[in-house]
């Protein structure tokens, strides 16, 4: 098929098929990302623990049982839960929530075709953007971390068109992906710009977010006395990312800023979040990381400007080549990004969502849920440099005279 003929592909006939050859690299990908174990440590599994053990969602830190949190989004811990109770025990559930980690890699492949009409009106963009993923090991398989789930529930909700019938369902899952997690707001709220619904759909989309919305946000208020917006971590991210200890990147404050200042590794900051409370512990948190910040702004201006370089060009120290290919592909991007910046799906994803890493330490799972977006960008790069030395291959040559010479 030429590469122009690739315009037509039709979809709703090879969707399915790049799905599944999606879920192929993805098994055969996990050898050179072998990520997938449940860990220790991670707040995430620590919650789903809890939930098992009949302790509701709680109790967040390895070190300490500290009572009821917000530390984490609700919707992960709660599949993860809700797998190993079904399957008896957390190592029998390993399995099935890799597997389900796997169909997620391949959809999140394949929906880079719809997304690249969507978002270019060419389905060239979305096959290269797909052989960039993969052929390019990046998306490590963690069953510790809810990234893929972001990143297909964040697809899904573009693609969701505004209708008279999809003002509820684009709600519920937009819900949906702030219940993974709150960082996709940005997105979300762009792609509302972006579509511009009538005052009638709008009043219904919101509504029903709201609805949707609400009983955690009731919960949150019942078991830690405040209004949340989802979580309550951040205050503490400050806290261990902000002070006279403070590296660039979670795995350099893995050793003394985190054994130093976070409940997951201090016992000691986990007493005091059982004893005080986690609403209160986070706002003392966030109080601290504050007056540092204000005291030291040379050195917060340094420790943000290093966190902002390594976020888009990461440094991975347990396997280097993984770093080096994600620069790769940001690279790559960078001539549609200049280009498409003012777009409102690009500028969410590219300079406001990060804003928010830019002021903590950075770790490169961060990255992952809006990968899809640089990979959508390098896409474009590829097919334009190919259409231009397509159109140079196309043209007459030029008729040459022989130069004049002197006699």
Not at 6 to 32: D, S, Y
Not at 53 to 82: C, D, K
Not at 135 to 146: D, G, K, R
Not at 224 to 242: A, M, Q, T
Request: proline share 7%.
């Amino acid at each position: 098929m030429a590469l122009r003929g690739l315009r037509t592909l039709n979809l709703k006939i090879w969707f399915v098929p790049f799905w599944l050859l999606g879920c192929l690299v993805t098994i055969l990908q996990i050898e050179a990302l072998p990520e997938s174990s449940m860990g220790e440590g991670f707040e995430n599994l620590a919650v789903a623990r809890s939930l098992v053990a009949g302790q509701g969602f709680a109790n967040p830190y390895r070190t300490l049982r500290t009572g009821v949190t917000a530390h984490v989004a609700p919707f992960y811990p709660a599949i993860v839960a809700g797998v190993t109770r079904l399957f008896g025990n957390e190592n029998a559930a390993t399995l099935p929530l890799a597997c389900l980690h796997v169909l997620l890699h391949g959809l999140q492949l394949a929906l880079l075709l719809p997304l690249a009409l969507l978002l270019f009106g060419d389905i060239r963009v979305g096959l290269a953007a797909y052989a960039l993923l993969a052929f390019l090991p990046i998306f490590p398989l963690t069953l510790q971390h809810e990234s893929i789930f972001l990143a297909v529930t964040l697809m899904f909700a573009l693609l969701m068109p505004v209708r008279r019938w999809s003002a509820l369902p684009s709600a519920l899952l937009c819900a949906f992906a702030l219940h993974v997690s709150p960082s996709s707001v940005f997105v979300l709220a762009a792609w509302l710009w972006w579509k511009c619904p009538s005052p009638i759909w709008l009043a219904v989309w919101l509504l029903t977010l709201v609805a949707a919305m609400t009983p955690w946000t009731v919960r949150n208020y019942q078991a830690l006395g405040k209004l949340l917006f989802i979580r309550d971590n951040l205050p503490l991210e400050l806290y261990v990312s902000n002070n006279d200890m403070a590296q660039t990147s979670m795995r350099d404050n893995g050793g003394a800023a985190m054994s130093a200042f976070h409940p997951n590794l201090n016992i000691g900051e986990a007493k005091l979040v059982r004893a005080i409370g986690e609403t209160t512990y986070m706002q003392d948190r966030g109080r601290i990381a504050w007056e540092w910040i204000r005291s030291h702004p040379a050195r917060f201006a340094t420790l943000t400007f290093s966190r902002t370089w390594r976020y888009w060009f990461p440094a991975i120290t347990k396997r280097p080549w993984q770093g080096w290919l994600i620069c790769l592909v940001t690279l790559l991007s960078l001539p549609a990004l200049l280009r498409l910046w003012s777009h409102p799906i690009f500028f969410s994803a590219t300079l406001l969502t990060p804003l928010l890493y830019y002021i903590i330490q950075v770790d490169p799972r961060y990255r992952l849920p809006f990968l899809w977006v640089t990979l959508l960008a390098a896409g474009w790069t590829i097919i334009s440099f190919a259409d231009q030395w397509q159109a140079r291959r196309r043209q007459p040559p030029t008729p040459t005279t022989e130069p004049m010479t002197l006699s």
